[in-house]
């Protein structure tokens, strides 16, 4: 099995920094794409941040110039360093990863169990 363990959530005033990590363990052949979700109360879930196992990055457009994902591959870690932060940033942020067990597998989505960012004003 995969699991994926974040930490780094909690409450913060505006304009301040967090900084999540989520690590991936278990028995797998590799991690392709990992990646930030959040979903505030009353929203649907969005995207905030993927980054590819070469290190490529995409972002939302809400969250570009305020926060930064990065990766450990030796680690199996990926991180959302979040500066600037908003109210409406608040959220549950839940980590994503894109796992192959096998070499001649499939990829498959794997979720960490989300961490809370609040964000007072």
């Known amino acids: 099995q995969v699991q994926l363990v974040e930490s780094g959530g909690g409450l913060v005033q505006a304009g301040g920094s967090l900084r999540l990590s989520c690590a991936a363990s278990?028995?797998?052949?590799?991690?392709?794409?990992m990646g930030w979700y959040r979903q505030a109360p009353g929203k649907q879930r969005e995207l905030v941040a993927t980054?590819?196992?070469?290190?490529?990055?995409n972002y939302v457009d809400s969250v570009k110039g305020r926060f930064t994902i990065s990766r450990d591959n030796a680690k199996n870690t990926v991180y959302l360093q979040m500066n600037s932060l908003k109210p409406e940033d608040t959220a549950v942020y839940s980590c994503?990863?894109?796992?192959?067990?096998?070499?001649?597998?499939?990829?498959?989505?794997?979720w960490g169990q989300g961490t809370q960012v609040t964000v007072s004003s």
């Open positions: 278990g028995s797998f052949f590799s991690i392709n794409a």
């Open positions: 980054i590819t196992s070469g290190g490529d990055t």
């Open positions: 994503n990863a894109v796992v192959k067990r096998f070499r001649v597998s499939l990829a498959h989505d794997y």
